[in-house]
T-cell receptor
Framework: NAGVMQNPRHLVRRRGQEARLRCSPM?????VYWYRQLPEEGLKFMVY????????ESGMPKERFSAEFPKEGPSILRIQQVVRGDSAAYFC????????????FGPGTRLLVL | GESVGLHLPTLSVQEGDNSIINCAYS??????FIWYKQESGKGPQFIID?????DKRQGQRVTVLLNKTVKHLSLQIAATQPGDSAVYFC????????????FGKGTSLLVTP
């Protein structure tokens, strides 16, 4: 019974490059959330998705960031033209459609922008 | 704006003692609260949750207390063990208006032998 999977676990990019972060939810979970965590801070909500549908992207920066959760395959968080301020840990969480509001988190992707 | 905050950034306890981690929230509409444990280099791990229609909930070695009057949440860990050393986050959600968990900054718990 695998938990939430994220890859890569660590990603290094130079300024201006693109970062693609992947998340596979727990089996049976159809809702995916992305959060960002800066050092020594709590997690900040970015986006909430269901299959083929963005439900809430109120925490997503308006430019350079996008997210998708296709019918098949993992959810993708894409950051274009990365800047040093994008360096952070990015966590994906998933939950069941009709279960409680409990979200289960993956191990995260640590993005370092040089 | 609305926020969730923790009273103390660090807490040091001796192995075997009980630990109490506190959390204050400001959104009176929040109706769901969760405690997460995060070890270094890992994702947040669910510990226990509580809905606003309850004031206490117990798990294995952990108890969450909710005081809606003063908007305060606490996590009690009984017989703290070295493996409990981690950062603990409280998170809250208003299930009627949003989907995102609002996290506090975290309390670092250090268990000494």
């Amino acid at each position: 019974n695998a938990g939430v999977m994220q890859n890569p676990r660590h990603l290094v990019r130079r300024r201006g490059q693109e970062a693609r972060l992947r998340c596979s939810p727990m089996k049976g979970h159809s809702h995916v959330y992305w959060y960002r965590q800066l050092p020594e801070e709590g997690l900040k909500f970015m986006v909430y998705l269901q299959k083929e549908n963005i439900i809430d992207e109120s925490g997503m920066p308006k430019e350079r960031f996008s997210a998708e959760f296709p019918k098949e395959g993992p959810s993708i968080l894409r950051i274009q033209q990365v800047v040093r301020g994008d360096s952070a840990a990015y966590f994906c969480a998933s939950k069941q459609l009709t279960a409680t509001w409990t979200q289960y988190f993956g191990p995260g992707t640590r993005l370092l922008v040089l | 704006g609305e926020s969730v905050g923790l009273h103390l950034p660090t807490l040091s306890v001796q192995e075997g003692d009980n630990s109490i981690i506190n959390c204050a929230y400001s959104n009176s509409a929040s109706d769901y609260f969760i405690w997460y444990k995060q070890e270094s280099g890992k994702g947040p791990q669910f510990i226990i949750d509580i809905r606003s229609n309850m004031d206490k909930r117990q798990g294995q070695r952990v108890t969450v207390l909710l005081n809606k009057t003063v908007k305060h949440l606490s996590l009690q860990i009984a017989a703290t063990q070295p493996g409990d050393s981690a950062v603990y986050f409280c998170a809250e959600l208003n299930s009627n208006s949003g989907y995102a968990l609002n996290f506090g900054k975290g309390t670092s718990l250090l268990v000494t032998p």
